[in-house]
């Protein structure tokens, strides 16, 4: 299945994610207007593994694919976010955040829309909710 794989169980039972979507270039929308992008090629990474704090639900990771950021030197969007699946269906999967980091500050405000064709990862949608604003990682 390429870079990622997904599996999925039983009829009734939640879709295990396990993946690594590569993103050629992404659109920003805030309150449902396009704001900017395509910006001709500012390449992201998704990762979605199964939660590597608890095990409960997913842990979700965005990255920089052009390099590294000078000050913090790493290539990290956005930190890892915890994640449950709120709603599945055959073509698409929404994440919606939950608990904290150390500092207490809530996963909440985070979800990730996963966009499937045929079982493979079409686009992520990564959503802020506390702000609005919607990015969209296109294939």
Same mark, same amino acid.
């Given at each position: 299945?390429?870079? +990622?794989?997904?599996?999925?169980?039983?009829? #009734?039972?939640?879709?295990?994610?396990?993946?690594?979507?590569?993103?050629?270039?992404?659109?920003?929308?805030?309150?449902?207007?396009?704001?900017?992008?395509?910006?001709?090629?500012?390449?992201?990474?998704?990762?979605?593994?199964?939660?590597?704090?608890? @095990?409960? @639900?997913?842990?979700?990771?965005? +990255? !920089?694919?052009?390099?590294? *950021?000078?000050?913090?030197?790493? !290539?990290?969007?956005?930190?890892?976010?915890?994640?449950?699946?709120?709603?599945?269906?055959? !073509? #698409?999967?929404?994440?919606?955040?939950?608990?904290?980091?150390?500092? @207490?500050?809530?996963?909440?405000?985070?979800?990730?829309?996963? *966009?499937?064709?045929?079982?493979?990862?079409?686009?992520?949608?990564? *959503?802020? *909710?506390?702000?609005?604003?919607?990015?969209?990682?296109?294939?």
């Amino acid at each position: 299945m390429g870079i +990622f794989d997904i599996f999925s169980s039983a009829p #009734k039972k939640e879709t295990v994610l396990n993946f690594v979507f590569k993103s050629s270039d992404h659109l920003r929308y805030e309150g449902g207007r396009h704001i900017s992008g395509p910006h001709g090629g500012a390449g992201r990474i998704i990762k979605v593994e199964p939660n590597i704090i608890d @095990g409960v @639900g997913y842990t979700v990771t965005a +990255f !920089n694919s052009d390099g590294n *950021h000078p000050l913090w030197q790493n !290539n990290i969007m956005m930190a890892p976010k915890q994640m449950k699946a709120v709603q599945q269906e055959s !073509n #698409k999967v929404v994440l919606r955040g939950y608990g904290s980091d150390a500092t @207490g500050v809530s996963f909440s405000n985070y979800g990730l829309t996963i *966009h499937l064709t045929n079982g493979v990862v079409d686009k992520c949608i990564l *959503h802020m *909710h506390d702000r609005g604003v919607d990015i969209e990682y296109l294939k």
